[in-house]
Nanobody
Framework: QVQLVESGGGLVQPGGSLSLSCVVSGISFRNYDVGWYRQAPGKERELVARISSGGYTKYADSVRGRFTISRDNAKNTVSLQMNSLKVEDTAVYLC?????WGQGTQVTVSS
């Protein structure tokens, strides 16, 4: 059974930082592309960042330079470091591995 468990969401002020983690089990993690999507109320789900099995990264234009995605194949973990957070980053952040999804973790940026 494949499981993706996110952690690290919460409430932060504009300009602050948060780090999200996703532990993946049930697959050969190192062989899969993984990443993060987000979905805000009333908006479509959008790709935030992804990292390939070979370590290549891709970011949404809206987060490039502020967010950093990384993976630790020894720990079956993909992480998202989010800096200089903006109100518009508020969303549920979902971890994915190719076609499997986590339940999501809420990130709220508000003063």
């Amino acid at each position: 059974q494949v499981q993706l468990v996110e952690s690290g969401g919460g409430l932060v002020q504009p300009g602050g930082s948060l780090s999200l983690s996703c532990v993946v089990s049930g697959i050969s993690f190192r062989n899969y592309d993984v990443g993060w999507y987000r979905q805000a109320p009333g908006k479509e789900r959008e790709l935030v960042a992804r990292i390939s099995s070979g370590g290549y990264t891709k970011y949404a234009d809206s987060v490039r330079g502020r967010f950093t995605i990384s993976r630790d194949n020894a720990k079956n973990t993909v992480s998202l470091q989010m800096n200089s957070l903006k109100v518009e980053d508020t969303a549920v952040y979902l971890c994915y591995a190719t076609w499997w999804w986590g339940q999501g973790t809420q990130v709220t940026v508000s003063s």
